[in-house]
């Protein structure tokens, strides 16, 4: 395979990556806005804890989303700077 088509298809790849990832931030925020939305219209200290506890929760499943993105943006950045560093040899 030539090697712009490899490129392409890395990048592809990447692509493809990140927008699964970018899906996968979109549940737990909208998880998250809906139970925070609960706890202030039952406005009971009860709903409040429920709310905070599990928009804890929501906000690591984020953060783990955010990881897989960071993981992803580094390979697609190694992968550019492999590429220039053999264009110079």
């Not at 009971?44 to 943006?73: D, I, K, N």
């Amino acid at each position: 395979m030539p090697k712009a088509a490899k490129d392409v298809a890395a990048h592809d790849r990447q692509m493809a990556d990140i927008n699964v990832a970018l899906h996968d931030l979109c549940q737990p925020l909208t998880t998250l806005q809906c139970r925070l939305e609960i706890a202030g219209l039952v406005g009971s200290p009860e709903a409040y804890r429920e709310g905070v506890e599990e928009g804890l929760a929501e906000c690591r499943r984020m953060m783990q989303v955010v990881g897989t993105m960071r993981e992803a943006v580094q390979r697609g950045l190694g992968d550019s700077l492999d590429g220039k560093s053999e264009a110079r040899r």
